[in-house]
């Protein structure tokens, strides 16, 4: 089926499979349609059908309270009918150099539990996958409609191997499917690389990680790129990590292995919410500054007077994030350019 | 025959172009990139007018090829400069292709409101109706109040009072979740900003808010919902 868009900016036009979502198939053509989290969250992705048939996978999606009329839909949840002819406000081009996302299956690997409610695990790919640093994935299970998104982890040029960190989420049918038996060597379908977020050499600034819980994905893959990439020669790189209490901690000894690499450049805060700082936690990493509080206080109380040359990433669960995007933009005052953002909804 | 070899018009006084980018830095970073790449051509870049596409902007305008560029941001300028106004490839996406010739202009927001505190209200003239009171508004922050059955966001910019609609004009959600740091509002949904003294938009912002005529008087706030 054809659809064709039109903006403010002009018109694009390119061709949707059958029963493929609106979205990915204008971002597999080069068609940069707005989209945030493609999980119908959000609501970036809305658009007016102006002419033919086009149906969502997921009308009670929560991103449908952005649609004003009946004419409205959510391009990461609908499929077309029909030829469509679509509305949105601006037609973005895409970052040069950016991979289209894809559909592609892979085989679970690696399988492992990392706390009591976070696991780990690889999906190795039938082909390998260009990516940022900062994107994330949608992942389909067996038996399981509708996709979940996750950030990579990992960094690697044709990539033959993502990896993920799922935390647990009570009533999520995929994530109660990642933490039940037989996942290890399970097939699954991914459309990926997703996600705005992204870290890329050479952006003249000091990096600034927030992270909340599984938050810390993203910040794990942007923080091998920038390693790799001699970021910290120049730019400094601060690392604030919020999690409960100290049982829901990982990737520390990972995190430690970054910065032990970039003394005196890289800097990372453990900021626990729930409890007071076991004297065993700050003992295991004496690199580490702890804290106890919310994650985007203890990163403003620590940040305060170190403004300048900001590039900030920000991944977790929504308060947390809107918290940091309210204490980056009143007084840090970063433009939106340099935040990058990724919420959890 | 034209004098250069490539002349390039920069919008910099229509009605939306220089409200949906910093379009005088545009002229400055052309003018720089250009001067840089003395040697690789003659080019000219001239600030220009409108040209009657209003909304589509910021626009710039390169001959002798008569390639429109729409939408154009900073970080697009470098591309333009080493590809077209150097190399003399025009950038295919950013082209501005309206499909009808002439006159394209889109009916944009961009009136700014205008507090009026010590506006009259004439006999038969603009009502004024009560939002709240002065102390209502956060110092620094922002509210909403329904104002007979329409939504009305009050900041406080640190030195006057504004009133503009409620809703972010993106998504429909309420602005009063945003932030504001007395110079620019943020919606914190899609990080949509606009210039907390006059609502028109900024940054990524494809439209302004609606404002609405403001006075204060004996500690109460007062709105023109209707001119």
Redesign the interface.
């Known amino acids: 089926m054809k659809i064709v868009v039109s903006a403010r900016n002009g018109s694009r036009d390119f061709e949707c499979d059958p029963g493929e979502k609106i979205l990915h198939a204008a971002l597999r053509s080069g068609v940069e349609l707005p989209y945030e989290c493609s999980t119908g969250t959000c609501g970036t992705c809305k658009a007016k059908l102006v002419n033919g048939r086009a149906e969502s996978e997921w009308p009670e999606a929560p991103g449908s309270r952005y649609l004003k009329s009946p004419a409205e839909i959510l391009t990461c949840q609908s499929v077309a009918r029909d030829d469509c002819a679509l509305e949105v406000f601006t037609l973005k081009s895409a970052e040069p150099g950016t991979s289209a996302p894809r559909a592609l299956a892979g085989i679970v690997r690696r399988y492992r539990r990392l706390t009591h409610d976070v696991v780990a695990f690889d999906v190795d790919l039938d082909r390998p996958l260009d990516f940022d640093a900062g994107q994330f994935a949608l992942i389909t299970v067996p038996g399981i409609v509708g996709a979940r998104a996750y950030s990579m982890v990992n960094f690697d040029r044709r990539a033959e191997r993502l990896s993920f960190v799922v935390k647990k989420k009570p009533g999520g049918a995929v994530s109660e499917w990642l933490f039940a038996d037989g996942v290890e060597r399970a097939r699954v379908g991914l459309v990926a690389p997703l996600g705005h977020a992204t870290f890329r050499p050479g952006v003249p600034k000091h990096l600034l990680c927030i992270a909340g819980g599984s938050g810390i994905a993203g910040m794990m893959s942007i923080l091998a790129l920038a390693g790799e990439a001699n970021h910290f020669a120049t730019w400094d790189g601060q690392v604030f990590f919020g999690v409960r209490t100290a049982r829901d901690g990982f990737f520390l000894a990972e995190l430690e292995a970054f910065r032990a690499r970039h003394p005196g450049r890289l800097w990372v805060t453990v900021a626990l919410s729930d409890e007071d700082v076991p004297a065993s936690l700050s003992a295991a990493y004496p690199g580490f500054a702890f804290a106890r509080g919310l994650v985007h206080a203890v990163a403003a109380e620590r940040m305060a007077g170190r403004f300048a040359d900001l590039r900030a990433y920000v991944a977790g669960p929504p308060p947390m994030v809107d918290a940091s995007l309210r204490w980056l933009l009143r007084e840090v005052r970063l433009p939106p350019a340099d935040i990058r953002y990724d919420k959890f909804s | 025959m034209g004098q250069y070899d490539r002349h390039v018009f920069v919008c910099t006084s229509g009605e939306t172009c220089p409200t949906q980018g910093d379009v005088e830095k545009f002229v400055k970073t052309l003018r720089a990139g250009v001067q840089k790449a003395a040697g690789q051509g003659d080019v000219r870049v001239n600030k220009a007018g409108c040209f009657s596409q209003c ?2 902007g910021p626009m710039i305008v390169v001959y002798p090829e008569n390639v429109w560029y ?2 154009v941001q900073q970080a ?1 300028l470098e ?1 333009i400069l080493t590809s077209h106004l150097v190399g003399g490839a025009p950038v295919e ?7 009808v010739p002439g006159a394209n202009k ?1 009916d944009v927001e961009t009136k700014p409101a205008t507090p009026a505190p010590e506006q009259r209200a004439p006999a038969g003239g603009p009502v004024w109706t009560r939002v709240c009171g002065s102390a209502d508004v956060p110092a620094n922050g922002m509210k909403e109040f329904p104002v007979n059955g329409v939504g009305v966001l009050v900041a406080h910019t640190g030195e006057a009072f504004v009133a503009y609609q409620a809703m972010c004009p ?4 309420p602005l009063e ?1 945003g ?3 007395g110079c ?1 509002l ?1 919606c ?4 949509w ?1 606009f210039d907390l003294k006059t609502g028109a938009p900024m ?2 912002a ?1 439209v302004g808010l609606k404002g609405y005529p403001l006075k204060e008087e004996l500690g109460e706030l007062y709105v023109q919902l209707e001119g």
Do not use: C, K, N
């Open positions: 909304g589509h729409a939408g697009d591309e996406r950013l082209r501005y292709d309206p499909g889109i993106h998504e429909a959600v979740g932030v504001h740091d620019t943020t914190l949904e899609h990080m900003q940054g990524d494809e």
